[in-house]
């Protein structure tokens, strides 16, 4: 029996890592919560418009009925009522998110500037486009194109602050992979020391530079500079 | 030589009246079954879901009491819905018998008495020693994981709802741990699942330790000791103390919480012994041959 135990103990803390091109439906806690709260019920899924959630089947990384969907196979299309949450019985999708703009799936993340074509000089940003908060989660970023010195690059950027995670960048991006995907938010986000100050917003509240007369330090440039 | 379990009640009563009960059950199993794939097969949805949670007509709430404990001690508080769905049917399989559940819904049934069958057919010989109360440590097992986990870990095996989220959803790999609790059936000990290991099962029991719906031996003088009722009851050791207490003061109502009220001793008698009655038959103490009961089922 603690043999038993054990292994199933082992295999509960396996499925508690979620394959990062899973994504939980909107509301979802996080994901230890979400395991102990979900009752693998499926009412979400019944209840998506657009047919979009799936339960995990043995076999698949994910916890064995419990819902997600991959973003590239099809995005969460925000309805505004956010039927899935209403249908969940158990609170594993929490019924306190009202506002779809605020659910929090995962987090856009632009992974390869290397194949972006808006990175390449093209005007893609088929992602901009599909962007649900187009303008606010993903705004297009003007760069001078070091290539030719005249042409503009404009690069999409996701704002965390605004991107829930949707996943329809990701569904859209026209390359064979895509170039953006969601991620799970504890992989993408990056986070600040605790004392961290950022010095142009410190100079703001000061009212005054911080620090009097100029510093002068030495000049450290990147080799291909040189 | 001794005929076929059941054989005598077929001659006396005729085929049909000797398996009423059991055509009565496989006609409830897959009704419940029905209900569930009525929406994602024809688009009628009636039922919502699958037996962890459902939703019917989309007003009744039916919930696991089973998972939805092992949900709460993983320190989840559900929302009302579950609440209420796991209160119905507590009150539900409390009035009907706990493992009534077991016998005439669960969907992993119709997969044990298929290997049970298979297994009196080949004559498969021998059967491992597992005790019958192997299932209360397993449910302890599965509750102690929830609290130390914080998460429902016997959901990621739970060869129950597999089964029946399998069927309904689509079951990807999880046709292995069914083809293993019907091999394990068929090979390593008979009624090994269902009557020694589940602790979905062991739950219905504690869920129905005091239920009014019961089967009464309530002819049991007529006994003419075929012994077909043993041999066709999966939890066999129910049986003996209302059939055979008479002299011990013992009333003729099966108490044990492991009778799964499945009715086939009924079927297969001859005499008609047995019949469906209420635990108060056992007249002016309600309670009466509890305790040897209790004792008889425990001694396994």
Redesign the interface.
């Known amino acids: ?1 603690t043999l ?2 054990t292994g ?2 082992l ?3 396996q ?2 890592a979620l394959p990062p091109e899973v994504i939980r439906p909107p509301g979802a806690r996080a994901e ?2 979400f ?9 979400c ?3 998506c418009p657009y047919h979009i959630l ?7 990384n994910t ?3 419990t819902p997600y969907f991959v973003a590239r196979g099809g995005p969460c299309e925000m309805c505004v009522d956010i039927p899935c949450v209403k249908a ?5 999708l929490d ?1 306190t998110l009202t506002d779809i703009n605020r659910a929090r799936m995962g987090l856009a993340v632009l992974a390869d500037h290397e194949t972006c074509l808006n990175f390449l000089g093209l005007r893609c940003e088929v992602c901009y486009r599909a962007c649900p908060l187009r303008d606010k989660a993903i705004t297009l970023e003007q760069q001078q194109n070091p290539r030719s010195s005249l042409h503009a690059m404009f690069i999409p950027t996701v704002h965390s602050d605004q991107c829930t995670g949707c996943g329809k960048c990701e569904h859209a991006c026209v390359l064979e992979t895509t170039a953006i995907r969601v991620l799970p938010r504890r992989l993408a986000k990056g986070e600040l020391g605790g004392h961290y100050r950022l010095g142009w917003e410190e100079q703001k509240k000061a009212g005054k530079p911080l620090i009097e007369g100029v510093m002068d330090l030495p000049d450290r440039m990147p080799e291909t500079t040189k | 030589m001794k005929q076929g379990i059941g054989s005598e009640a077929i001659r006396v009563k005729g085929w049909f009246a000797a398996h009423q009960w059991l055509l009565a059950r496989r006609a409830t199993q897959f009704a419940v079954l029905a209900l569930f794939l009525a929406g994602p097969w024809l688009g009628y949805w009636i039922v919502k879901g699958n037996l962890n949670y459902s939703l019917t007509l989309g007003v009744l709430p039916l919930a696991d009491p089973y998972v939805l404990a092992q949900s709460l001690v993983a320190g989840h508080t559900p929302e009302r819905n579950a609440l209420v769905g796991a209160a119905v049917i507590l009150i539900a399989y409390f009035l009907v018998g706990g493992r009534t559940y077991c016998a005439w819904v669960c969907p992993v049934n119709v997969v044990t008495d298929a290997a049970h069958w298979l297994r009196a057919r080949l004559g498969v010989p021998g059967s491992a020693r597992i005790s019958r109360s192997t299932r209360y440590w397993i449910l302890a097992m599965t509750l102690a994981l929830a609290l130390i986990t914080g998460s429902i870990s016997w959901e990621l095996v739970n060869p129950v709802s597999m089964l029946h989220r399998g069927i309904i959803f689509g079951i990807g790999a999880g046709w292995i741990i069914i083809v293993a609790v019907f091999l394990l059936d068929l090979f390593v000990a008979g009624r090994a699942w269902c009557g020694r290991l589940c602790p979905v099962g062991a739950f219905y029991s504690a869920v129905g330790r005091f239920s009014p719906l019961r089967i009464v031996a309530v002819r049991r003088e007529q006994c003419n000791d075929c012994a077909d009722c043993y041999a066709v009851c999966p939890e066999p050791l129910v049986v003996k103390p209302a059939l055979k207490g008479a002299a011990d003061g013992i009333g003729p109502v099966i108490l044990s919480p492991h009778c799964t009220n499945c009715g086939r001793c009924i079927d297969v008698c001859s005499r008609d012994v047995f019949a469906f009655g209420a635990r108060f038959s056992n007249r002016g103490n309600p309670l009466a041959g509890a305790a040897e009961q209790a004792a008889a089922v425990n001694v396994s």
């Open positions: 029996m038993v135990g199933l103990a295999h509960t803390g499925a508690k230890p919560e395991l102990g709260a979900c009752l693998r019920c499926g009412m899924v019944r209840d799936d339960l995990a089947k043995l076999g698949q916890a064995v009925g969940c019985p158990s609170g594993a019924p």
